[in-house]
């Protein structure tokens, strides 16, 4: 694996750490709905079609967040997240 693929699958990995804690941080404080999930997904999706042809790092750093977002929808749908009640 080359120095650039490393760094690559680095920028990958933290960005989705991020994205995806703080998304699970804001639904479960009712901050953000399903909704707003399904759709912040669907506009990160375009750009990651966009970034296709911006470049390899771009495209890294967006397929992070689609998942990201992915994920905890995902989560939601199995019973697995839950918004939490004060």
């Known amino acids: 694996m080359t120095e650039f693929e490393t760094w690559e699958e680095s920028l990958y ?6 994205i995806f804690d703080a998304l699970v941080d ?9 909704e707003e999930l399904k759709r912040n ?10 970034a296709f042809f911006e470049g ?3 495209s890294a750093y967006c397929n992070a967040v689609v998942d990201a977002h992915q994920f905890v929808i995902a989560l939601i749908n199995k019973g697995k997240l839950v918004v ?3």
């Open 13 to 18: 990995d933290s960005t989705f750490e991020t």
């Open 41 to 50: 997904a669907e506009e990160q999706q375009q750009v990651l079609l966009n």
């Open 84 to 86: 939490e009640s004060n």
């Open 26 to 34: 804001e639904y479960k404080k009712g901050e953000i709905t399903m």
């Open 56 to 58: 390899e790092t771009k």
